[in-house]
């Protein structure tokens, strides 16, 4: 019976544990573009037919990592909001493949990191030497 109860409790337990969302932390957009994927629908005797489907690639800074990340909008005629240009200050927060930007009205956008990069060095910050 206590086996019963114990496993009744790690199964509530486990995802409350996992509700947990990491804080917000500042960050700054670095870049961005405006790119396209190009898909094939399908064959029209041996010639490829395909769609242009647009995407955001777009570069964000948090601490002293850069991480290039892609926003894919539901329709062709979305957009990012207007004030998100290079140098624009944001809050953000990170989980795993995914970096959620908290937009002015509350709301997050979710945006999927392809690549992480170290940011740029200080000036004041000596180089690692040479080996």
Known sequence: ????????????AVPAVRAIERPYQPGKIISVQQKEHTRILYYLVNTPVTQDD?????SVQLRDT???TEYTPR?????????WTADTDIQARLDKQHLFVKRPN???ID???VKRTA???????PTPPKK
């Open 75 to 83: 329709h062709q005629e979305d957009t990012l909001p207007e004030d």
């Open 106 to 108: 509350g709301f997050e």
């Open 119 to 125: 940011g740029p060095r200080k000036a004041s910050e």
């Open 1 to 12: 019976m206590k086996w019963c109860l114990t496993l009744v409790l790690a199964a509530i």
């Open 111 to 113: 945006l999927v990191v």
């Open 66 to 68: 850069v991480y290039i």
């Open 54 to 58: 647009p995407y955001y690639e777009v």
